[in-house]
């Protein structure tokens, strides 16, 4: 089945500084990747589509500057927090689907972000 | 506008024990329902995939429905296990099957 891949798990940094999230998708190749963030005890809301190649697409309300997302090529995505915040910390989560398999919509394993 | 409600929010039961949770959506057009599990610090993984057409299916313990005509689904977790305790959430996807509402999740915690 699908694989989707993401790193690191979890990650402490300081105000003020940047921090990157690499989503993989390991066997298949996706020209749209998807971020999330979750809140806790709340469910998950997508911030941007990935588009490898051209622009990602942001949701109404999330600040293009300050997540920057590179989909660089077909099997990876990245995500960006730049100027991190105690208020950027949240759960951060990717997703892929394997072309032409719309059962395949697979999420990464998350990364924990914590801003002190 | 497309939502996903379940119920109920959090629910307790003993290990061992049958619990069902509930999803009604109102999503338009309809492509498939998912249930997903959610552990603690961890991505959703995929339980059951059903589409219009299907009424019924299992995972091992996992039993979900489908009621098209209601827009409801239920999730049916047989002989409860201590590792059966996470966040489980229902997803609609529309459209050509690539966007998606999220339920709020129901968190179920499984005790001795």
């Known amino acids: 089945g699908a694989v989707v891949s993401q790193h690191p798990s979890w990650v402490i940094c300081k105000s003020g500084t940047s921090v990157k999230i690499e989503c993989r998708s390991l066997?298949?190749?996706?020209?749209?990747m998807f971020w999330y963030r979750q809140f806790p005890k709340q469910s998950l809301m997508l911030m941007a589509t990935?588009?490898?190649?051209?622009?990602?697409?942001?949701e109404q309300g999330v600040e293009k500057d300050k997540f920057l997302i590179n989909h660089a090529s077909l099997t990876l995505s990245t995500l960006t927090v730049t100027s991190a915040h105690p208020e950027d910390s949240s759960f951060y989560i990717c997703?892929?689907?394997?072309?032409?398999?719309?059962?395949?919509?697979?999420f990464g394993s998350g990364t924990r972000l914590t801003v002190v | 506008k497309n939502q996903v409600e379940q119920s109920p929010q959090s629910l307790i039961i003993l290990e061992g024990k049958n619990c069902t949770l509930q999803c009604n959506y109102t999503v338009s057009p309809f492509s498939n329902l998912r249930w997903y599990k959610q552990d603690t610090g961890r991505g959703p993984v995929s339980l059951t995939i059903?589409?219009?057409?299907?009424n019924t299916k299992s995972n091992g313990r996992y039993t979900a429905t489908l009621d098209a005509d209601t827009k409801q689904s239920s999730l049916h977790i047989t002989a409860s296990q201590l590792s059966d305790s996470a966040s489980y959430i229902c997803v609609v996807f529309t459209g050509g099957g690539n966007k998606l509402t999220f339920g709020t999740g129901t968190q179920l915690k499984v005790e001795l």
């Open positions: 066997d298949f190749q996706a020209t749209t």
């Open positions: 997703s892929a689907q394997p072309p032409r398999d719309s059962y395949g919509y697979t």
């Open positions: 990935s588009n490898e190649g051209s622009k990602a697409t942001y």
């Open positions: 059903m589409t219009f057409s299907e």
